[in-house]
C-alpha cells in the first residue's frame, strides 16, 4: 500500500452517500436564520454523541463543536462549517426544498454542514489518527456584526479547545464540481458598511433656490464616490466602493429635508481598507459642504479580509491534489465577497478553501441556488483526509 492509499479516499466515502444526501436534503428542507439554529444545532450535536464524540453545546448562540481523541498524539486540528440559512423565498423547485417560506439555504450552509458531518462519521469509523479532531459547526456566518465566529471566539473557544490549526471551505459556483481552488495570503475581503445622511433644506420643489436639495447632492456624492477607488488606491490592489441604497423624499412636488445612502466598500489590506475608510469619510464631508448641506456618517467596520497562512495552505492544497488529482486543483483568484472565518483566522493558523459547485450552479444568495450533492463524498473525503494526514503519527503539515 502506498503511503497516499493509507488515508482516505473519495471511493471510501461514496458508499454513505445516499446517507449523506439525506442528512443534506432534511437539513435544506428545514432552513434556519442566523441567531436560531436550535434545531439545526441539535441535529449535529446528535448525530455527533451517536458516532461517539465529545459533545459540547450552545458554545457562543447555536454553537456546537465535537471532540474525538485516538491514540497518544498530542496534535489537535479543526475543521469549521457554517450552518445557518438566508431569507430569501426559495425558487428551486426540487423535491426537497424549503418547507419553510422565506427561509432557503441559497449559500450552500446545509451542503458544508453535511459534508464536514461526513468526515466525522468516517474517521469515527476508521479511527485512521492520532491525536484530537476537533469538529466546529458555527451558526450565524450571514450576521454581519456580532457573527457566529466573533461569538464562539468570545465564548472562549480556543481556550476551550484549543486547536493547533482551523480549516474551513466554501462552495464556489462557476467552477467544475468537485474541483478544490487554494490560495496563501489574502483570499476574501473585509466588508465594512457606510451609512451616510445627507442634510439639506427642504421646501417648494417649484422654489429651489430656497432650499438646500439633498437628492441633488446625494447624486453628485454618489458620483464623487467612484475616485475614491480610481485616484486614491494604488492600481496593483483592489477595492470596491459600491452604493447599495439610495432613499430620499416622498413627492414630486417636494424637496426632501434629507436622503440616506448605504454603501458597502471592499478591501484586501489592512493599509487600504483604512485609507478607504478615512478618503470615504472626509471627501463625503468636505463634498456635501461644498453644497451648504451636512453630512452623519456611521462607518460600521465588518468582517476583515481571509488571510491563510502559508505553511497550512501548502498543505491542505497538497492533500487536495492527492484526492482529486493535480488538474482538479488551482489557485483561487482573489473574491471581494467576506468571510467571518477570518476571525478564526486571527487567533490561530490555518486555511480556507473553495470547492466547485457546477458550472451552470446558480450564484450564492440566489433564489434558485442549490448545493451539488455530486460534491457531498469529495468534500466528506477531503475534510477526514485532511485529518488524518495532519495527524498522522509522526507526520508533519
Known amino acids: 500500500m502506498s503511503q497516499s492509499d493509507k488515508f482516505a479516499r473519495i471511493a471510501d466515502l461514496e458508499p454513505n452517500r445516499p446517507a449523506l444526501e439525506e442528512m443534506r436534503h432534511h437539513l435544506h428542507a428545514h432552513p434556519e436564520l442566523s441567531f436560531e439554529e436550535e434545531k439545526t444545532a441539535a441535529y449535529v450535536a446528535d448525530k455527533l454523541e451517536g458516532w461517539g464524540y465529545e459533545v459540547t453545546r450552545n458554545v457562543g448562540g447555536h454553537g456546537v463543536v465535537g471532540c474525538l481523541t485516538v491514540g497518544t498524539g498530542g496534535r489537535n486540528i479543526a475543521i469549521r462549517a457554517d450552518m445557518d440559512a438566508l431569507p430569501i423565498l426559495e425558487k428551486t423547485g426540487v423535491a426537497y426544498a424549503s418547507e419553510i417560506d422565506g427561509k432557503m439555504h441559497a449559500c450552500g450552509h446545509d451542503g458544508h454542514t453535511t459534508m464536514l458531518l461526513g468526515a466525522a462519521e468516517y474517521l469515527a469509523r476508521t479511527k485512521n489518527f492520532n491525536g484530537t479532531v476537533t469538529l466546529v459547526f458555527q451558526p450565524a456566518e450571514e450576521a454581519g456584526e456580532g457573527s457566529g465566529a466573533q461569538a464562539m471566539i468570545a465564548d472562549g473557544l480556543f481556550e476551550r479547545f484549543p486547536v493547533d490549526a482551523i480549516f474551513g471551505l466554501h462552495n464556489h459556483p462557476g467552477m467544475p464540481e468537485g474541483t478544490v481552488l487554494s490560495r496563501s495570503g489574502p483570499m476574501m475581503a473585509a466588508s465594512d458598511t457606510a451609512l451616510i445622511r445627507v442634510i439639506g433644506k427642504g421646501g417648494h420643489a417649484?422654489?429651489?433656490?430656497?432650499?438646500?436639495?439633498?437628492?441633488?447632492?446625494?447624486?453628485?456624492?454618489?458620483?464623487?464616490?467612484?475616485?475614491?477607488?480610481?485616484?486614491?488606491?494604488?492600481?496593483?490592489?483592489?477595492?470596491?466602493?459600491?452604493?447599495?441604497?439610495?432613499?430620499?423624499?416622498?413627492?414630486?412636488?417636494?424637496?426632501?429635508?434629507?436622503?440616506?445612502?448605504?454603501?458597502?466598500?471592499?478591501?484586501?489590506?489592512?493599509?487600504?481598507?483604512?485609507?478607504?475608510?478615512?478618503?470615504v469619510c472626509e471627501l463625503t464631508e468636505q463634498h456635501v459642504a461644498a453644497y451648504g448641506a451636512k453630512a452623519e456618517i456611521k462607518y460600521e467596520l465588518g468582517y476583515p479580509v481571509v488571510v491563510n497562512s502559508d505553511?497550512?495552505?501548502?498543505?491542505?492544497?497538497?492533500?487536495?491534489?492527492?484526492?482529486?488529482?493535480?488538474?482538479?486543483?488551482?489557485?483561487?483568484?482573489?473574491?471581494?465577497?467576506?468571510?467571518?472565518?477570518?476571525?478564526?483566522?486571527?487567533?490561530?493558523?490555518?486555511?480556507?478553501?473553495?470547492?466547485?459547485n457546477g458550472l451552470d450552479s446558480a450564484v450564492l444568495h440566489n433564489p434558485k441556488y442549490n448545493f451539488n450533492d455530486e460534491n457531498l463524498t469529495v468534500g466528506a473525503a477531503l475534510w477526514a483526509r485532511l485529518a488524518e494526514r495532519y495527524l498522522a503519527a509522526g507526520g508533519n503539515v
Open 206 to 279: 417649484s422654489r429651489p433656490h430656497l432650499t438646500v436639495d439633498p437628492i441633488m447632492v446625494a447624486c453628485s456624492l454618489v458620483m464623487a464616490l467612484q475616485t475614491v477607488v480610481s485616484r486614491n488606491i494604488d492600481p496593483t490592489e483592489t477595492a470596491v466602493i459600491t452604493v447599495g441604497t439610495i432613499h430620499g423624499g416622498e413627492a414630486s412636488n417636494v424637496i426632501s429635508e434629507h436622503v440616506d445612502l448605504a454603501i458597502s466598500i471592499r478591501s484586501f489590506s489592512p493599509a487600504v481598507r483604512e485609507l478607504l475608510r478615512k478618503r
Open 311 to 356: 505553511e497550512e495552505t501548502v498543505f491542505a492544497t497538497e492533500v487536495a491534489r492527492e484526492l482529486v488529482g493535480d488538474s482538479n486543483v488551482s489557485t483561487c483568484p482573489l473574491i471581494p465577497g467576506s468571510e467571518d472565518f477570518a476571525y478564526f483566522l486571527q487567533h490561530k493558523p490555518g486555511s480556507f478553501l473553495r470547492l466547485g
